[in-house]
């Protein structure tokens, strides 16, 4: 007589777990789908939105845990962001939490999606803007495909890694309007405006952070302004503190390469670089032909270019032009120098103390 076979519980127990995980886990790897995109790209450092869309291509219901994903909004740092060329801080909230309820959880039915749109400006220290990146890792906590999910621990998630998903932008500084500008033009102005922004704030750094007992004798602050004295020192950094801000307010780039100064008509002539109207009343920067050959950086550069007519907005003149000229001018008359934009401009892009 056959004898009955004994079964190994244990076994067996295995086996329909290891069938149950091959018949699920497929089901929910093909059938979530992200999408990370722009709502305006007229975005600035006040208002720059993105929209994040999930959709469930599959047949089957699914259950998407909404922790440390876009679809709570800003209850964790849910992207890395990150703006010429720095990583932009996260602001936004962080919070601890008890087990995940029914409700911590977004149903999406079978060919549904589920979007929102979230500002980044208010979670993100986004600087000065410039070129920036924002970066979702796709990590979802917990997905469970069928029936609504009971309240459960975490030590029962069942996480999921969805395709990495990253967008680029040019985020200009806030209040930013273009007149005139090409698109290629903008994209330069986009990064020599917040550039310069950056250069008058480490010019400010730099002077508030020398000790008063080493100012008279600071080399770089008496190469560009001459022989100290406590006022004009205070003039120069108030006035990069100002530069700095000036940049980041409503302003307008304009490049038609005409315009008017209180009713006073100006336009660029051959080898002008830009102009503005003193005083700053119209709030307005013209780019001239000149602008464009510049470097984006160094000795007479784009973004010092930025300083140098910002800082017409707060009292400097151009009584000299020129790296050598503005260092004599610096020797023989300091208080000339101090309102010199070309002066101005030399010490915050910090190019060294010999002339090209």
Known sequence: MKKPTNINTA???SALW????????????????ARLELVDSANT????????TLQNEG????????????LEGF??????????????????????????SEQDYATLQPGRSLNVTLDL???YDLGQGGDCEVTWHGELLDVAVGAKVRRRSPRKFEGYSLPQLRLSTRLASSGVTYTSCSRSEETTLGQALPTGATLAQQAENYLDGVPSSQRSTDERYITWFGSYSSGNYSTVSSRYGQIATAAGNSLTLDCSGSGQCSGVSASCLSGDIAFTCAGGAS????LCNGFWSLPATGEDSQAGSMVHELSHWYGTSDHR??????????SSSPSQAITNADNTEYFAENFGLVCK
Request: with cysteine; charged share 20%.
């Open 11 to 13: 076994w067996l127990m």
């Open 18 to 33: 290891l069938l149950a995980v091959m018949f699920t886990t497929p089901v929910c790897a093909q059938q979530l789908r």
């Open 45 to 52: 450092r006040s208002e720059f939105q993105i929209r994040f």
């Open 59 to 70: 047949d089957q219901t699914v259950q998407v845990l909404r922790w440390h994903t876009p």
């Open 75 to 100: 209850r964790s740092q849910l992207f890395e962001v990150t703006c010429s060329g720095r990583l932009a801080p996260y602001r936004g909230p962080v919070v601890k939490r008890l087990k995940p």
């Open 121 to 123: 400006a208010g979670a």
């Open 283 to 286: 709030k307005t920067i013209w």
């Open 321 to 330: 032009y020129g790296c050598k000229n503005c260092q004599s001018l610096a």
